[in-house]
């Protein structure tokens, strides 16, 4: 018996933060799963070496230089998008982590590490809830983390971080609430320690539990499942054991 098609297999994602870690294995995740990933990151070079490693692979790759803290960048983004189809899928992994005690946290640091984790987050699931309406589907699957999930352990120094991922839990529920009448579907999911370059540098000696792939796997079984009713939930990931 042949196996069900995929929703993901032939169909347009976008992923953000998509130069290394998270982004990146989910990148090369759904596109294995079939589909033609538009990849954003503000690392050319790096971005550049996904979208290789993804056509060697047998894949379909458009890198995208993106600042997703800009409006001309995320604009830009979804019109490089839209030349390669219309966008059925989001997924915003792009994130910034500046350690700092409470009474160091600068201006510039919190308005930095909001700019790129929430207002990024905002300005990708903006654009793709526009075309996504026309369409009349699409998913999202924003990353946020157990430091913005209500009773979770809370480590010193990351307040603008733990803020900002407060706020793409909130974000979510707003999108998954204003999707459902038009077909699009909104998830969270929120990872504890994965082993990423961003985890070695808020905290070297926490050992992660997750590697990025762990994450990845995730999101693309998410995208290719039935996540409507599902929808606006956000999901914490404490560990693979």
């Not at 994130?95 to 005690?101: F, I, K, S, W």
């Not at 699409?138 to 983390?145: D, E, F, M, P, T």
């Not at 974000?171 to 038009?182: I, M, Q």
Request: negative net charge; contains cysteine; proline residues 6%.
């Amino acid at each position: 018996m042949a196996e069900p098609r995929r929703w993901l297999a032939g169909r347009l994602a976008v992923v953000t933060g998509a130069s290394r870690g998270i982004g990146a294995a989910t990148a090369e995740a759904i596109a294995s799963a079939g589909a033609h990933v538009v990849l954003a990151a503000r690392d050319h070079e790096a971005l550049d070496a996904v979208a290789r490693r993804v056509r060697d692979a047998g894949g379909e790759a458009t890198p995208a230089a993106t600042d997703v803290s800009k409006v001309s960048d995320v604009e830009r983004l979804f019109v490089a998008a839209a030349a390669a189809g219309p966008p059925a899928a989001l997924v915003c992994a792009a994130g910034v982590l500046t350690p700092a005690p409470f009474t160091e946290t600068t201006s510039e640091i919190w308005q930095q590490t909001l700019a790129v984790n929430l207002t990024g987050s905002f300005l990708c699931c903006r654009a793709a809830f526009a075309a996504m309406r026309t369409a009349g589907e699409g998913r999202i699957v924003n990353i946020a983390s157990l430091s913005g999930v209500y009773a979770t352990e809370k480590f010193p120094g990351l307040t603008a971080y733990n803020v900002s991922k407060y706020g793409v839990i909130g974000l979510t529920e707003a999108v998954a609430a204003e999707g459902k009448a038009h077909g699009i579907s909104a998830i969270c999911i929120s990872p504890g320690a994965v082993d990423t370059q961003m985890l070695r540098h808020a905290n070297p000696d926490l050992r992660p539990g997750l590697g990025p792939g762990d994450v990845a796997d995730l999101i693309v079984a998410l995208l290719d499942g039935p996540l409507a009713p599902a929808s606006g939930a956000n999901i914490p990931l404490f560990s693979n054991a």
